[in-house]
């Protein structure tokens, strides 16, 4: 009988096998063979390993794992008489912290065992040996093997400390590789684009942060001092008090919240982390506190400047408050096409289907197909019901999906209550501290936690406006303060919970990006790892969904300000076509559609605030009695 192993070199019909099949079965060969110099145990990890990684990955992984039990047979009194076969996991649980910081000293001069030869670690070597460490270790931790993780405990090493004049050839590349292309590698049409959208993207940030720290100084830190009477004002808004408006101020808020709560609470803080670093997180904070002031603004500007259109519904937003107030119908007309534009082809319709799509697909095995006719079937039925029904929608769905979502990612704080401490100050050290030279360094978690901050809350881009003005209010400051409420829901405390549940789960040390992380952050840090895995990708769905009929509203506000009520049916059919397209559509097109009719929607409206700031100022000031009612019409004229 010939052995099935020894046959390997050749198929069922004994063709020859191509380079890179050979090349697997060699390295499958390799790592059976590394396997048996480990402990028993040791292969259910590597078997788990094997769907996510290659076999030259679980070779080296396999390497520095059996460098680890050596470890403990020379030097640990403990295991001095182990053979590796007597290894059991219930042994990695005995370890402290400090066996792992001792591991990671011995590992920076060792002798290999096959040769005697003299082996040195410098960080990057440290930091791969410890990565395969903790990745060993959070195995057995998360199917519940053993109940202590100390390798979590302990640092990774550090790759900053080098002086820049002691970088070698290769840092110097890749250093010089960051600078030319932003940390990728990029070529042809992208390389391009890069250069071309760079200056932009740095002048948007920086204007959009700057709008916030001037309301924020100019108002005296009101997103503090006034932070708890936003939220009671939100319980009294609730119910309709007779004032002017379509909708209540709580419904006007959902709506706000349906559009900044979506993608970007999910894949883009797992965006942020893995490649600005648990520091982006910090800088996230950042922009959301400075983020607020603006967001008061643009709700106080808001109801305003709101006018009535000829069905008798309230209309307004930056179009409103640019031409009214400002007084610039160039401005206006501009907001509101840019507006189309985001509503069509930006964060309204295409990156949030296709994210829908992908998610049902993943998750449930729905095709792209009947994912494009049934959402194209239930969006055309909420929003040709106009703002009443989606608000209607907004406050049921959006409140539900936020306390489940919470729900899920505070289970995985009480599992790991004593990491919390130890991960809030990695967030804050490394938000000031470079990172290593390939990840980037402090720019990177700056712009990256900054950028996905503001596409998250939206403060400065002018949507959320829109949906206050319709709310059931005769006080714009009090429309101002419920509105400033949305950024902090939306990134202090949705964001945050993504945040800390990538970071406690260590789902940012994995390859997974975007919303893979996300999920593998539930699936790992929940004891039932499928409940995890429905909570992220049906918060996707949700969240994703409301923020198309969010942005469906938008859209409509802006194309009735172009064109009247008869151009507002011809949106929505447009609209409802896009829907049913953007499963088909590319990752790629998708997105550099957004961030184009994104930046040119956010620079009007940054330029109305800035100017009407005096405005905003002296109406914040009269109705707390710090400003005379005189005082008010000169800033106003």
Known sequence: ????????????????????????????????????????????????????????????????????????????????????????????????????????????????????????????????????????????????????????????????DKAIIRLDTDEVALLLDFVESAGE??????????????????????????TGIYFTLSLHGLQFTRLKLAFQLILRSKTDDGHEGDVSSFQALCT??????????????????????????????VSAFFGIATKYSEGLLAIKYRVKDENGQMAGG????????????????????????????????????????????LSFNIPPIVTAIGLTLIVAFITIGGITRI??????????????????????????????????????????????????????????????????????????????????????VEQGLISMTGTFIDTIIVCTMTGLAILLTQANLTDLSGAAMTTYAFQNGLFIPLIGKYIVNIGLVFFAFTTIIGWNYYGERCMYYLKGLKAVKVYKIIFIACIAIGPFMSLDSIFILADIVNGCMAIPNLIGLIGLRKVVIAETQTYFGLKPVQELQTAES
């Open 1 to 160: 009988m010939i052995d099935s192993s020894t046959n390997l070199t050749n198929t069922a019909s004994n063709k020859p096998h191509n380079y890179h099949e050979q090349s697997q079965i060699d390295q499958t060969l390799r790592l059976r063979e590394v396997l048996k110099t480990l402990p028993p145990f040791v292969k259910d990890y590597f078997r788990a390993m094997e769907p996510k990684s290659s076999a030259r990955t679980r070779i080296n992984y396999a390497y520095d794992i059996r460098v680890f039990f050596h470890f403990l047979m020379e030097n640990n009194p403990v295991y001095k008489n182990y053979t590796i076969d007597r290894f059991t996991p219930q042994d990695l649980e005995n370890l402290e912290p400090v066996d792992i910081e001792e591991y990671l000293e011995y590992l920076k001069v060792y002798k290999r065992d096959e040769d005697g030869e003299l082996i040195t670690n410098g960080e990057k070597g440290l930091a791969r040996k410890m990565s395969a460490l903790r990745s060993f270790y959070g195995y057995y931790f998360k199917h519940r093997i053993i109940q202590k993780n100390p390798t979590l405990l302990v640092d990774m090493p550090k790759l900053h």
């Open 185 to 210: 590698h990029l070529t042809g049409q992208a390389l391009n684009y890069y250069k071309k959208t760079r200056d932009r993207d740095i002048a948007i940030l920086t204007l959009l942060l700057g």
């Open 256 to 285: 706000a919240l349906s559009s900044t709560i979506g993608t970007g609470n999910i894949v883009g803080v797992a965006t942020a982390i893995a490649t600005g670093g648990p520091g982006a997180m910090f800088w996230m904070w």
């Open 318 to 361: 930056p179009m409103y408050y640019l031409q009214n107030g400002l007084h610039s119908k160039v401005l206006a007309k501009l907001f509101a096409i840019f507006g189309v534009g985001v509503a069509l082809l930006g964060i309204g319709t295409f990156t949030q289907v296709k994210s829908i799509s992908d998610a049902l697909t």
């Open 391 to 476: 608000a209607s929608v907004a406050e049921k769905v959006i409140p539900f999906m936020c306390v489940l979502y919470i729900t899920g990612v505070v289970l995985i704080l009480v599992t790991h209550l004593t990491l919390i401490p130890s991960v809030l100050a990695q967030i804050i050290k490394t938000a000031f501290v470079p990172s290593s030279i390939v990840g980037g360094g402090l720019g990177i978690a700056m712009q990256k936690g900054i950028s996905r901050g503001i596409f998250s809350n939206e403060s400065g881009l002018g949507s959320a406006p829109i949906a206050a003005a319709a709310a059931k209010t005769n006080s714009c």
